[in-house]
């Protein structure tokens, strides 16, 4: 089966975004998609620009005008790899910025919501090293959060459950989001 042929029922599609709050595993998740899926792995939050990243690591959360250049890169950076098939992490955390990305795709696209407690997002959040998101904005994401649930080609997978059940239970949802 090709894996860029969403025509096919079963077929992965060739443009995934794994979406959802900080800590909710968008990389790690991502990443082990990809491989399965045979497509390449972009990390979205390697695009953010200086500015959101240094805001960010100062506890500030970002406003939408801080956001609009940073899907820019994002929605380029899919319709540039989508004919390899591509997986790449993104918040996504608005309608707004949902559409926006869907409009720059260049095809269809597909997101794989990750959704979690704000109880473990928390705890996952505490135990990881090197990032640059403090737990302490954790709240605010999920307050801007608009959750995905009816909007097309969006799979909805619970994170509490290991990473292989998870990259299972997206590949199962995304094999059906466009039949």
Known sequence: MNNHDIEKP???????IVMGVS????S??????????????????DL????????MSRGIPLQDEDRWPWLALIGAEIARHRREGVVI????????YRDRLREAAGGPLAFVFLDGSEALLSARMGHRTGHFMPVSLLRSQLATLERPDGEP??????????????????????ATAFD
């Open 10 to 16: 079963g077929a992965i599609p060739d443009a995934i």
């Open 23 to 26: 800590g909710s595993g968008k």
């Open 28 to 45: 790690s998740v991502a990443r082990r998609l990809a491989e399965r899926a045979g497509h390449d792995f972009i990390e979205g939050d």
């Open 48 to 55: 953010h620009p200086a500015s959101n990243v240094e805001k």
């Open 89 to 96: 992490t993104c918040s996504a955390l608005k309608k707004a």
């Open 153 to 174: 080609g969006v799979v909805v997978v619970d994170i509490d459950q290991s990473l292989e059940a998870i990259v299972e239970a997206a590949l199962a949802g995304l």
